[in-house]
């Protein structure tokens, strides 16, 4: 059983305050099991976008875990991601977004593996 998606958020707001790194939730979604996207913007205005990685990027053994992938490999310009992330909330009003602010663009999260 994963930890609810309110109880994740905080946390994952909690390491990035204990980093340096400002963070905050821009639309808060379902409680129990919304999806999660991180929006993590650069100075020159870009963004990298983090979604839910797919269900086959998850370890059988660690379910719990909530895994993630970059919707591009390279950070896009703040208002396409800004687009995309419209297109998910039309998609699924239950989604959370989280918004950070990072020089060096870290992230903080774990991360599916490729290939």
Known sequence: MRLKSSIWVSAYLRRCQSE???GAVSRRGAEEAGAVFV???LPDRTAMLYA???QTAYDDSRPFERVFAPVSPQ???EAAVDERLAKEIRFDPDVWIIETEDRAGRHFLDL???G
Do not use: C, D, I, T
């Open 20 to 22: 340096g790194v400002f």
């Open 39 to 41: 929006k993590v913007v």
């Open 52 to 54: 839910p990685a797919p």
């Open 75 to 77: 950070p896009q310009a």
């Open 112 to 114: 599916a593996k490729q």
